[in-house]
């Protein structure tokens, strides 16, 4: 953990790797870890494992660096194909933490040849509305 305040190579001082989607991970059929994604805007605010903040507007609205979305329960991921359905799956579980301003929705992963980029564009299909902020108050703070 870098100390408050300190930024990183993201935005939110977060480590990258270890928020990667990561083509060895999907080779053996999960991703056990929650992903980085970056968004268009965040607020001037940053919630633990974030350390830093980017943003410049006090809305509400709009997610702070280290805010924890998981993708709903409800949603069917039967119809993506193989690739997909792995992201999908660690999103449902583990989630995605706002790591840095950027693309809109943009979840971050390693190069590999391995990855196939057609399976992978399926992700756009899914949108903001189908995600949930997660409440991480009670998580320890570091």
């Known amino acids: 953990m870098r100390p408050k305040t300190w930024t990183s190579a993201d935005a939110a001082g ?16 999960s991703i056990n870890h929650a992903l ?6 965040t607020r001037k605010a ?3 494992p974030a350390r830093h903040q ?7 609205n709009v997610p702070a660096m280290g805010q924890r979305f998981r993708l709903k329960a409800s949603f069917d991921i039967s119809h993506f194909p193989k690739q997909s359905r792995i992201v999908l799956r660690a999103l449902k579980k583990y ?4 790591a840095d301003n950027g693309s809109p929705w943009f979840i ?9 980029n057609d399976d992978l564009h399926q992700l756009g ?7 949930e902020a997660v ?3 009670s998580l320890p703070r570091g």
């Open 14 to 29: 977060l480590p990258i790797l270890p928020g990667l989607a990561r083509f060895g991970d999907a080779r053996h059929g």
């Open 36 to 41: 980085r994604f970056t968004v268009r805007d």
């Open 46 to 48: 940053f919630i633990y």
């Open 54 to 60: 980017a943003g410049d507007t006090n809305d509400p």
């Open 95 to 98: 989630g995605m933490i706002v």
């Open 108 to 116: 971050s992963g390693a190069p590999s040849s391995g990855w196939n």
């Open 125 to 131: 299909r899914v949108t903001g509305r189908d995600f």
């Open 135 to 137: 409440d991480t108050s």
